[in-house]
Protein backbone atom coordinates (compact mmCIF):
# COMPACT_ATOMS: atom_id res chain seq x y z
CA UNK A 1 0.00 0.00 0.00
CA UNK A 2 1.40 3.32 -1.30
CA UNK A 3 0.07 6.96 -0.33
CA UNK A 4 1.46 10.22 -1.42
CA UNK A 5 0.78 12.89 0.58
CA UNK A 6 1.54 16.62 -0.31
CA UNK A 7 2.66 18.97 1.64
CA UNK A 8 2.59 22.73 0.55
CA UNK A 9 5.82 24.78 1.27
CA UNK A 10 4.28 28.10 2.09
CA UNK A 11 2.39 27.30 5.03
CA UNK A 12 3.54 28.32 8.06
CA UNK A 13 2.63 25.90 10.17
CA UNK A 14 4.72 23.13 8.48
CA UNK A 15 7.94 25.44 7.87
CA UNK A 16 10.72 26.42 9.74
CA UNK A 17 11.77 30.31 9.70
CA UNK A 18 13.93 30.68 7.22
CA UNK A 19 17.36 33.22 6.54
CA UNK A 20 18.12 32.66 10.59
CA UNK A 21 21.44 31.07 10.70
CA UNK A 22 24.58 31.83 8.54
CA UNK A 23 27.85 29.18 8.27
CA UNK A 24 29.11 30.61 11.90
CA UNK A 25 25.70 30.14 13.43
CA UNK A 26 25.69 26.35 12.24
CA UNK A 27 29.14 25.70 13.21
CA UNK A 28 28.37 26.74 16.71
CA UNK A 29 25.75 23.75 17.12
CA UNK A 30 27.25 21.31 15.57
CA UNK A 31 30.95 21.77 17.95
CA UNK A 32 28.86 22.04 20.74
CA UNK A 33 27.47 18.81 19.93
CA UNK A 34 31.00 17.47 20.28
CA UNK A 35 31.71 19.00 23.89
CA UNK A 36 35.12 20.24 23.06
CA UNK A 37 36.57 20.79 26.53
CA UNK A 38 34.80 17.27 28.23
CA UNK A 39 36.50 14.85 25.56
CA UNK A 40 39.72 17.16 26.40
CA UNK A 41 38.96 16.64 30.24
CA UNK A 42 37.11 12.65 30.05
CA UNK A 43 38.07 10.78 26.59
CA UNK A 44 41.58 11.69 25.83
CA UNK A 45 43.29 10.05 29.17
CA UNK A 46 41.12 6.99 28.79
CA UNK A 47 42.96 7.06 25.16
CA UNK A 48 45.72 7.57 26.18
CA UNK A 49 46.45 4.79 28.66
CA UNK A 50 43.74 2.01 26.52
CA UNK A 51 44.85 2.93 23.43
CA UNK A 52 47.91 4.52 21.93
CA UNK A 53 49.39 6.35 24.32
CA UNK A 54 51.34 9.30 22.91
CA UNK A 55 49.65 8.72 19.58
CA UNK A 56 46.12 9.60 20.64
CA UNK A 57 46.22 12.72 18.99
CA UNK A 58 46.28 11.29 15.52
CA UNK A 59 43.25 9.81 16.44
CA UNK A 60 41.65 13.19 16.90
CA UNK A 61 39.67 11.94 20.03
CA UNK A 62 36.33 12.59 22.14
CA UNK A 63 32.71 11.46 22.90
CA UNK A 64 29.73 11.90 21.36
CA UNK A 65 28.20 12.22 25.50
CA UNK A 66 24.74 11.08 27.06
CA UNK A 67 25.04 14.16 28.41
CA UNK A 68 21.86 14.82 30.81
CA UNK A 69 23.34 11.90 32.75
CA UNK A 70 26.57 13.66 32.67
CA UNK A 71 25.20 16.99 33.53
CA UNK A 72 23.37 15.56 36.52
CA UNK A 73 26.22 13.08 38.19
CA UNK A 74 29.17 16.03 37.65
CA UNK A 75 26.63 18.42 38.86
CA UNK A 76 25.47 16.01 41.95
CA UNK A 77 28.97 15.30 42.84
CA UNK A 78 30.78 18.62 42.56
CA UNK A 79 28.24 21.34 43.55
CA UNK A 80 25.59 18.93 45.65
CA UNK A 81 22.28 20.70 47.22
CA UNK A 82 20.18 18.29 44.57
CA UNK A 83 19.99 14.76 43.43
CA UNK A 84 21.67 14.29 40.44
CA UNK A 85 17.83 14.12 38.39
CA UNK A 86 17.02 17.08 39.68
CA UNK A 87 20.16 18.73 38.31
CA UNK A 88 19.21 17.16 35.02
CA UNK A 89 15.73 18.14 35.36
CA UNK A 90 16.96 21.57 35.70
CA UNK A 91 18.88 21.53 32.83
CA UNK A 92 15.85 19.60 31.10
CA UNK A 93 13.81 22.58 31.97
CA UNK A 94 16.01 25.17 30.07
CA UNK A 95 16.98 23.29 27.58
CA UNK A 96 13.44 23.16 26.65
CA UNK A 97 12.34 26.47 26.37
CA UNK A 98 15.32 27.87 24.41
CA UNK A 99 14.41 25.39 22.07
CA UNK A 100 11.04 26.55 21.54
CA UNK A 101 12.05 30.13 20.78
CA UNK A 102 13.98 30.50 17.20
CA UNK A 103 17.14 28.85 16.04
CA UNK A 104 19.08 32.19 16.22
CA UNK A 105 18.66 32.91 20.12
CA UNK A 106 19.71 28.89 20.72
CA UNK A 107 22.77 30.12 18.05
CA UNK A 108 23.68 33.45 20.48
CA UNK A 109 23.79 31.29 23.63
CA UNK A 110 25.94 28.71 22.20
CA UNK A 111 28.08 31.12 20.47
CA UNK A 112 29.12 32.58 24.10
CA UNK A 113 29.96 29.41 25.47
CA UNK A 114 31.33 27.95 22.70
CA UNK A 115 34.27 30.78 22.32
CA UNK A 116 34.86 30.59 26.29
CA UNK A 117 35.27 27.00 25.73
CA UNK A 118 37.79 27.45 23.09
CA UNK A 119 39.46 30.20 24.10
CA UNK A 120 40.61 27.91 27.36
CA UNK A 121 41.62 25.13 25.24
CA UNK A 122 43.45 27.04 22.94
CA UNK A 123 45.34 29.63 25.82
CA UNK A 124 46.49 26.20 28.01
CA UNK A 125 47.58 24.37 24.47
CA UNK A 126 49.78 27.18 23.04
CA UNK A 127 51.18 27.98 26.60
CA UNK A 128 51.82 24.40 26.76
CA UNK A 129 53.65 23.49 23.13
CA UNK A 130 55.46 26.99 24.26
CA UNK A 131 57.07 25.78 27.15
CA UNK A 132 57.95 22.47 25.54
CA UNK A 133 57.40 20.49 28.20
CA UNK A 134 59.70 17.96 29.67
CA UNK A 135 60.95 16.61 26.54
CA UNK A 136 60.08 19.13 24.24
CA UNK A 137 57.72 19.40 21.35
CA UNK A 138 57.82 15.49 19.94
CA UNK A 139 55.30 15.82 16.82
CA UNK A 140 56.46 12.31 15.51
CA UNK A 141 55.74 10.37 18.89
CA UNK A 142 51.84 11.78 18.24
CA UNK A 143 51.43 11.60 14.70
CA UNK A 144 53.75 8.41 13.22
CA UNK A 145 51.53 6.10 11.41
CA UNK A 146 53.19 3.37 13.30
CA UNK A 147 52.19 4.40 16.20
CA UNK A 148 48.97 5.17 15.42
CA UNK A 149 48.37 1.69 14.06
CA UNK A 150 50.35 0.10 16.61
CA UNK A 151 48.95 -3.51 18.01
CA UNK A 152 46.44 -3.14 14.66
CA UNK A 153 42.77 -2.87 14.14
CA UNK A 154 42.05 -5.64 17.19
CA UNK A 155 44.21 -3.84 19.50
CA UNK A 156 45.12 -0.31 21.20
CA UNK A 157 44.69 0.82 17.42
CA UNK A 158 41.32 -0.33 17.30
CA UNK A 159 40.02 0.76 20.63
CA UNK A 160 41.85 4.39 19.21
CA UNK A 161 39.82 4.45 15.79
CA UNK A 162 36.42 3.27 17.35
CA UNK A 163 36.65 6.47 19.86
CA UNK A 164 37.64 8.51 16.45
CA UNK A 165 34.86 7.68 14.64
CA UNK A 166 32.73 8.25 17.84
CA UNK A 167 34.27 12.10 17.88
CA UNK A 168 32.78 12.98 14.66
CA UNK A 169 29.40 11.85 14.83
CA UNK A 170 27.08 14.76 14.74
CA UNK A 171 28.91 16.98 11.63
CA UNK A 172 26.32 15.48 9.62
CA UNK A 173 23.81 17.73 11.64
CA UNK A 174 24.40 20.89 9.28
CA UNK A 175 22.00 19.69 6.95
CA UNK A 176 19.43 19.57 9.26
CA UNK A 177 19.74 23.46 9.82
CA UNK A 178 19.68 23.85 5.83
CA UNK A 179 15.98 25.46 5.83
CA UNK A 180 16.81 27.64 8.59
CA UNK A 181 20.22 29.11 6.99
CA UNK A 182 20.12 31.65 4.89
CA UNK A 183 21.17 30.15 1.80
CA UNK A 184 21.47 26.43 2.20
CA UNK A 185 23.29 25.46 -0.96
CA UNK A 186 26.62 27.44 0.25
CA UNK A 187 26.03 27.66 4.13
CA UNK A 188 25.32 23.98 4.61
CA UNK A 189 28.91 22.62 2.86
CA UNK A 190 30.67 25.14 3.93
CA UNK A 191 29.34 25.12 7.74
CA UNK A 192 29.94 21.07 7.18
CA UNK A 193 33.89 21.52 6.17
CA UNK A 194 34.15 24.20 8.92
CA UNK A 195 32.96 22.18 11.61
CA UNK A 196 34.90 19.16 10.40
CA UNK A 197 37.93 21.25 10.43
CA UNK A 198 37.23 22.75 13.99
CA UNK A 199 36.80 19.66 15.57
CA UNK A 200 40.00 18.13 13.70
CA UNK A 201 42.41 20.93 14.86
CA UNK A 202 41.34 21.67 18.41
CA UNK A 203 41.24 17.88 19.21
CA UNK A 204 44.67 17.77 17.89
CA UNK A 205 46.16 20.71 18.84
CA UNK A 206 44.55 20.11 22.50
CA UNK A 207 45.71 16.21 22.49
CA UNK A 208 49.30 16.80 20.87
CA UNK A 209 49.34 20.18 24.23
CA UNK A 210 48.50 17.64 26.58
CA UNK A 211 50.93 14.52 25.25
CA UNK A 212 53.51 17.36 25.71
CA UNK A 213 52.81 18.61 28.49
CA UNK A 214 53.25 15.09 30.24
CA UNK A 215 55.97 13.82 28.10
CA UNK A 216 55.93 11.73 25.05
CA UNK A 217 57.86 8.69 26.38
CA UNK A 218 55.92 8.35 29.69
CA UNK A 219 52.71 10.10 28.77
CA UNK A 220 50.55 6.43 29.85
CA UNK A 221 52.37 6.46 33.00
CA UNK A 222 51.46 10.15 34.31
CA UNK A 223 48.37 9.87 32.87
CA UNK A 224 47.54 7.53 35.25
CA UNK A 225 49.26 9.28 37.62
CA UNK A 226 47.46 12.10 37.39
CA UNK A 227 44.25 10.89 36.85
CA UNK A 228 44.16 7.85 39.94
CA UNK A 229 41.47 8.12 42.74
CA UNK A 230 41.97 6.25 45.75
CA UNK A 231 44.62 4.33 43.74
CA UNK A 232 42.07 3.42 40.65
CA UNK A 233 43.65 4.54 37.63
CA UNK A 234 41.32 6.99 35.69
CA UNK A 235 38.62 7.70 38.20
CA UNK A 236 39.77 11.42 37.29
CA UNK A 237 40.19 11.71 34.05
CA UNK A 238 39.36 15.61 34.15
CA UNK A 239 42.28 15.60 36.66
CA UNK A 240 45.08 15.60 33.89
CA UNK A 241 43.93 18.51 31.74
CA UNK A 242 43.05 20.63 35.27
CA UNK A 243 47.00 19.76 36.42
CA UNK A 244 48.63 20.62 33.09
CA UNK A 245 46.69 23.85 33.05
CA UNK A 246 47.61 24.72 36.64
CA UNK A 247 51.23 23.91 36.23
CA UNK A 248 51.51 25.61 32.37
CA UNK A 249 49.20 28.35 32.79
CA UNK A 250 47.95 29.15 36.29
CA UNK A 251 45.51 27.42 39.18
CA UNK A 252 43.05 29.94 38.20
CA UNK A 253 42.96 28.24 34.58
CA UNK A 254 41.64 24.86 36.09
CA UNK A 255 39.46 26.74 38.04
CA UNK A 256 37.56 28.54 34.58
CA UNK A 257 37.88 25.11 33.42
CA UNK A 258 35.93 23.60 35.88
CA UNK A 259 33.29 26.04 35.32
CA UNK A 260 33.42 25.77 31.15
CA UNK A 261 33.09 21.94 31.74
CA UNK A 262 29.38 22.13 32.89
CA UNK A 263 28.53 25.11 30.71
CA UNK A 264 30.16 22.73 27.89
CA UNK A 265 27.81 20.11 29.08
CA UNK A 266 24.89 22.33 28.74
CA UNK A 267 25.93 23.34 25.57
CA UNK A 268 25.93 20.03 24.15
CA UNK A 269 22.18 19.41 25.70
CA UNK A 270 21.11 22.21 23.82
CA UNK A 271 23.11 21.39 20.53
CA UNK A 272 21.08 17.83 20.68
CA UNK A 273 17.82 19.35 21.70
CA UNK A 274 17.83 21.22 18.39
CA UNK A 275 19.59 18.33 16.10
CA UNK A 276 16.75 15.81 17.51
CA UNK A 277 13.72 17.81 17.31
CA UNK A 278 14.63 18.84 13.60
CA UNK A 279 15.21 15.63 13.41
CA UNK A 280 11.58 14.64 14.44
CA UNK A 281 10.09 17.26 12.32
CA UNK A 282 11.41 16.30 9.27
CA UNK A 283 10.45 12.78 9.50
CA UNK A 284 6.77 14.00 10.71
CA UNK A 285 6.79 16.46 7.76
CA UNK A 286 8.21 13.70 5.35
CA UNK A 287 5.17 10.76 6.29
CA UNK A 288 7.64 9.04 8.21
CA UNK A 289 5.86 9.82 11.63
CA UNK A 290 2.57 11.40 12.98
CA UNK A 291 2.03 14.65 10.43
CA UNK A 292 1.31 16.95 13.74
CA UNK A 293 5.57 16.70 14.54
CA UNK A 294 5.59 18.75 11.42
CA UNK A 295 4.07 21.52 13.41
CA UNK A 296 5.89 25.03 14.26
CA UNK A 297 5.35 27.67 16.46
CA UNK A 298 4.83 31.55 15.75
CA UNK A 299 8.96 31.84 16.50
CA UNK A 300 9.32 29.18 13.07
CA UNK A 301 10.73 26.80 16.03
CA UNK A 302 10.00 22.99 15.65
CA UNK A 303 7.47 23.48 18.54
CA UNK A 304 5.73 19.67 18.75
CA UNK A 305 9.11 18.00 17.71
CA UNK A 306 10.89 19.78 20.12
CA UNK A 307 7.93 18.76 23.10
CA UNK A 308 8.30 15.20 22.29
CA UNK A 309 11.61 15.19 22.28
CA UNK A 310 11.74 16.69 25.93
CA UNK A 311 9.33 14.33 26.80
CA UNK A 312 11.11 11.22 25.90
CA UNK A 313 14.12 12.44 27.91
CA UNK A 314 12.41 13.47 30.66
CA UNK A 315 10.94 9.89 30.84
CA UNK A 316 14.77 8.62 30.46
CA UNK A 317 15.70 10.81 33.61
CA UNK A 318 13.00 10.01 35.48
CA UNK A 319 12.97 6.24 34.96
CA UNK A 320 16.60 6.17 35.45
CA UNK A 321 15.94 8.04 39.26
CA UNK A 322 13.40 5.64 40.08
CA UNK A 323 15.06 2.56 39.11
CA UNK A 324 18.01 3.96 41.66
CA UNK A 325 20.10 3.70 38.21
CA UNK A 326 24.00 5.84 37.67
CA UNK A 327 23.97 8.84 36.15
CA UNK A 328 27.29 8.24 34.73
CA UNK A 329 27.68 4.35 34.53
CA UNK A 330 24.48 3.50 33.13
CA UNK A 331 23.01 6.73 31.48
CA UNK A 332 26.20 7.97 30.03
CA UNK A 333 27.88 5.13 28.78
CA UNK A 334 24.72 3.10 27.76
CA UNK A 335 23.29 5.93 25.45
CA UNK A 336 26.34 7.10 24.49
CA UNK A 337 27.35 3.81 22.99
CA UNK A 338 24.05 2.81 21.74
CA UNK A 339 23.46 6.24 20.13
CA UNK A 340 26.99 6.09 18.06
CA UNK A 341 26.39 2.68 16.78
CA UNK A 342 22.49 3.97 15.73
CA UNK A 343 23.89 7.36 14.02
CA UNK A 344 26.66 5.46 12.17
CA UNK A 345 23.90 3.32 10.49
CA UNK A 346 21.78 6.00 9.83
CA UNK A 347 24.87 7.04 7.50
CA UNK A 348 25.94 4.36 5.97
CA UNK A 349 21.89 4.05 4.93
CA UNK A 350 22.22 7.62 3.56
CA UNK A 351 25.17 6.53 1.74
CA UNK A 352 23.46 4.01 0.30
CA UNK A 353 20.36 5.82 -0.33
CA UNK A 354 22.58 9.00 -2.28
CA UNK A 355 23.56 6.54 -4.51
CA UNK A 356 19.88 5.48 -5.57
CA UNK A 357 18.43 8.93 -5.19
CA UNK A 358 20.86 10.26 -7.77
CA UNK A 359 20.09 7.13 -10.33
CA UNK A 360 16.72 8.08 -10.57
CA UNK A 361 16.57 11.46 -10.51
CA UNK A 362 19.67 12.58 -12.26
CA UNK A 363 20.64 16.43 -12.01
CA UNK A 364 23.79 18.15 -12.34
CA UNK A 365 26.40 16.69 -10.14
CA UNK A 366 29.22 14.69 -11.48
CA UNK A 367 29.67 10.96 -10.56
CA UNK A 368 32.17 11.57 -7.79
CA UNK A 369 29.12 13.17 -5.79
CA UNK A 370 26.86 10.53 -6.93
CA UNK A 371 28.92 7.77 -6.77
CA UNK A 372 32.64 7.42 -6.34
CA UNK A 373 32.16 9.72 -2.62
CA UNK A 374 29.14 7.87 -1.43
CA UNK A 375 30.46 4.65 -2.67
CA UNK A 376 33.89 5.33 -0.18
CA UNK A 377 31.98 6.79 2.65
CA UNK A 378 29.99 3.46 2.73
CA UNK A 379 32.88 1.33 2.61
CA UNK A 380 34.08 3.60 5.35
CA UNK A 381 31.76 3.63 7.77
CA UNK A 382 30.75 0.17 7.29
CA UNK A 383 34.68 -0.38 8.99
CA UNK A 384 33.85 2.48 11.65
CA UNK A 385 30.59 0.41 12.58
CA UNK A 386 32.38 -2.86 13.34
CA UNK A 387 35.27 -1.07 15.11
CA UNK A 388 32.37 0.66 17.37
CA UNK A 389 30.16 -2.59 17.75
CA UNK A 390 33.37 -4.70 18.25
CA UNK A 391 34.71 -2.17 20.89
CA UNK A 392 30.92 -1.64 22.32
CA UNK A 393 32.19 -2.66 25.70
CA UNK A 394 34.48 -0.05 26.61
CA UNK A 395 32.31 2.60 24.61
CA UNK A 396 28.61 1.22 27.34
CA UNK A 397 30.82 0.01 29.86
CA UNK A 398 29.17 -3.48 29.32
CA UNK A 399 32.17 -5.66 29.30
CA UNK A 400 31.39 -8.89 30.33
CA UNK A 401 32.49 -10.65 33.47
CA UNK A 402 36.25 -11.61 33.15
CA UNK A 403 36.64 -10.25 29.61
CA UNK A 404 39.74 -7.84 29.21
CA UNK A 405 38.45 -5.25 26.40
CA UNK A 406 41.71 -4.01 26.01
CA UNK A 407 42.92 -7.50 24.88
CA UNK A 408 39.69 -8.93 22.96
CA UNK A 409 37.34 -7.45 20.86
CA UNK A 410 33.02 -7.97 21.42
CA UNK A 411 33.18 -10.00 24.81
CA UNK A 412 29.99 -8.09 25.86
CA UNK A 413 27.43 -8.25 28.61
CA UNK A 414 23.85 -9.23 28.29
CA UNK A 415 22.74 -6.02 28.22
CA UNK A 416 25.80 -4.56 26.22
CA UNK A 417 24.29 -7.27 23.33
CA UNK A 418 20.90 -5.62 23.67
CA UNK A 419 22.49 -2.28 23.60
CA UNK A 420 24.32 -2.91 20.24
CA UNK A 421 21.38 -4.80 18.65
CA UNK A 422 18.71 -2.65 19.26
CA UNK A 423 19.24 -0.50 16.28
CA UNK A 424 19.65 -3.14 13.97
CA UNK A 425 16.05 -4.67 15.25
CA UNK A 426 14.11 -0.95 15.18
CA UNK A 427 15.85 -0.81 11.36
CA UNK A 428 14.14 -3.98 11.11
CA UNK A 429 10.69 -3.14 12.02
CA UNK A 430 11.16 0.18 10.51
CA UNK A 431 11.80 -1.44 7.20
CA UNK A 432 8.64 -4.13 7.64
CA UNK A 433 6.31 -1.14 8.25
CA UNK A 434 7.45 0.36 5.27
CA UNK A 435 6.57 -2.56 3.48
CA UNK A 436 2.67 -2.39 4.95
CA UNK A 437 2.44 1.61 4.85
CA UNK A 438 4.63 3.79 2.78
CA UNK A 439 4.01 7.14 2.59
CA UNK A 440 5.56 10.01 0.30
CA UNK A 441 5.54 13.43 0.35
CA UNK A 442 5.62 14.73 -3.22
CA UNK A 443 6.23 18.77 -1.87
CA UNK A 444 9.81 17.76 -0.55
CA UNK A 445 10.86 15.39 -3.28
CA UNK A 446 10.51 18.63 -5.33
CA UNK A 447 12.29 20.88 -2.86
CA UNK A 448 15.15 18.52 -2.79
CA UNK A 449 15.25 18.47 -6.48
CA UNK A 450 15.07 21.96 -7.24
Known sequence: MTTTRSTPQSDSQTTLR????????????????????????????????????????GAYLAIQLAIYGFFGGLLGAQVGLLPWWAWALLAWATVTLLSLLSVDV???????????????????????????????????????????????????????????????????????????????????????????????????????AMVTGMGASSVVEKTVE????????????????F??????????????????VISSLFAGLLAFQNAASRYLFALGRGGALPAPLSHVNGRGAP?????ATSVLTGFVIVTFAVF???????MFYWFSGL????????????????????????????VVQTIIAPVLATIGLILGEYLLMSRFGLLAGTVAEGVDPTMSSW??????????????????????????SHTENEALVKDVLS
Open 106 to 208: GAKVLGVLMLLELLALVVTSVAILADGGPEGLNFWASFNPAAILAGGLAGSAGIAFAFAFASFIGFEATAIYGEESKDPKTVVPRATYLAVGVITALFALTAL
Open 324 to 330: RLDPVLN
Open 226 to 241: LSSLDGVPLADPAAVL
Open 411 to 436: GLSPIGWVLVSLPFVLLLVGYLHSLW
Open 339 to 366: AVVAIVLIEILVCIAVIAFFRRNAGSEN
Open 18 to 57: TGRLGVIGIVFFVVAAAAPLVGMTGAVPVAIVLGNGAAAP
Open 243 to 260: SLATQYVAPWMATVMGVL
Open 303 to 307: STASL
